[in-house]
């Protein structure tokens, strides 16, 4: 029982002394020429300023923080950037499906794919058949008579 106290102590220490640093930072208060509400943890070079308590530091749209977040402003794209955008893209995901095909039909069609193990349906290795091969070319085929068309 003694020694939860004396831990509980120790803790409530140490959270004290790692806080204490955060509670004590200075926060200061400016206004620039234009106008604008400055809070820094540093003073201005020049210019008057004021220290104010951070725990009362409002959260304004000027705050350094906002300051350094990427602009989402002006988010949306016309339509037909979008358009472009999606059609390149698609573009290359054909031109990527069409040279996969075009590899694995030059494989199935050369020696190896005669020899070449694959896994079944009950998960086991075997030698491909001369089947299942004319079926993946077959496959292949089609992925290139679909996918290798210029657009």
Known sequence: MKANRILAS?????AVGFL???????VYR????????????????SGQYKRVNSAAMPVQP???VKENLPDFSNKKQPKE???????KRMAE????????????????????ARHALIKGKDGKMHRMTE???QSRIRTARAV???ACVKK
């Open 20 to 26: 204490a640093p955060t509670a004590a930072a200075q």
């Open 62 to 64: 000027n705050n350094a």
């Open 81 to 87: 950037q979008v358009d472009q955008a999606q059609k």
């Open 93 to 112: 995901y054909r031109q990527k499906n069409c040279e996969q095909a075009q590899s694995r039909l030059d494989y199935l069609k050369g020696y190896k």
């Open 144 to 146: 290139i008579k679909k």
């Open 131 to 133: 089947e299942e091969r």
């Open 10 to 14: 120790m803790l409530l220490i140490l």
């Open 30 to 45: 400016w206004t620039d020429g234009s106008g604008s509400v400055h809070y820094s943890d540093t003073p201005p070079s």
